[in-house]
T-cell receptor, first 115, second 111 residues
Framework: DAKTTQPNSMESNEEEPVHLPCNHS???????IHWYRQLPSQGPEYVIH???SNVNNRMASLAIAEDRKSSTLILHRATLRDAAVYYC????????????????FGKGTLLTVNP | ETGVTQSPTHLIKTRGQQVTLRCSSQ?????VSWYQQALGQGPQFIFQ???????GRGNFPPRFSGLQFPNYSSELNVNALELDDSALYLC??????????FGPGTRLTVL
């Protein structure tokens, strides 16, 4: 599995934007970039995913570098509820099933949001 | 729409015992994946079931086994429990390649 590198922790203030970086220099052409987050005492929660173009949804935006070797998850206005561990994950994009379905989690980035 | 549910919430077992954890998939999902999350670590993939057949397995010994039922609910069985099996066990269901929906997990403690 292609590996991702994230900072161990980041800190933000409430109502400010947060940019969470992820490096994935060994990404393959068919790998999708996924972001999940895990709030305290809960299972991981899907945030967003993309392949090449930047993506937006109600939770966040995903900015993908032109060479796809890095990406940034953007929370436009952090709230206390956004305090969580954020995982950047590469996932194969073939339809053959099997291990392409699995998510390979690293340690993620612990985001602290200050009031 | 009912989300992914897991039971029990917490469980305490002793070394050498066997345990069965249960997962009810989100409505309409035909794929279930199980993960083990040790304290302070990210979840680690155990295996996945698609339409009642194992569809991929992580680096876990054979004493970790599973089942998926016709209604797509699932069980994770662990035999001969070891102290290192203490962890949060997460179940995730999905319909497509992209989005896995996780349950709240079962916290297993092995004494």
């Amino acid at each position: 599995d292609a590996k991702t590198t994230q900072p161990n922790s980041m800190e933000s203030n409430e109502e400010e934007p947060v940019h969470l970086p992820c490096n994935h220099s060994t990404i393959s052409g068919t790998d999708y970039i996924h972001w999940y987050r895990q709030l305290p005492s809960q299972g991981p929660e899907y945030v967003i995913h993309g392949l090449t173009s930047n993506v937006n949804n109600r939770m966040a935006s995903l900015a993908i570098a032109e060479d796809r070797k890095s990406s940034t998850l953007i929370l436009h206005r952090a709230t206390l509820r956004d305090a969580a561990v954020y995982y950047c994950i590469l996932r194969g994009g073939t339809s053959s099933g099997g291990s392409n379905y699995k998510l390979t989690f690293g340690k993620g980035t612990l985001l602290t949001v200050n009031p | 729409e009912t989300g992914v549910t897991q039971s029990p919430t917490h469980l305490i077992k002793t070394r050498g015992q066997q345990v069965t954890l249960r997962c009810s998939s989100q409505s309409g999902h035909n794929t279930v994946s199980w993960y083990q999350q040790a304290l302070g670590q990210g979840p680690q993939f155990i295996f996945q079931y698609y339409r009642e057949e194992e569809n991929g397995r992580g680096n876990f010994p054979p004493r970790f086994s599973g089942l998926q039922f016709p209604n797509y609910s699932s069980e994770l069985n662990v035999n001969a429990l070891e102290l290192d099996d203490s962890a949060l066990y997460l179940c995730a269901s999905s319909l497509d390649l992209y989005t896995q929906y996780f349950g709240p997990g079962t916290r297993l403690t092995v004494l």
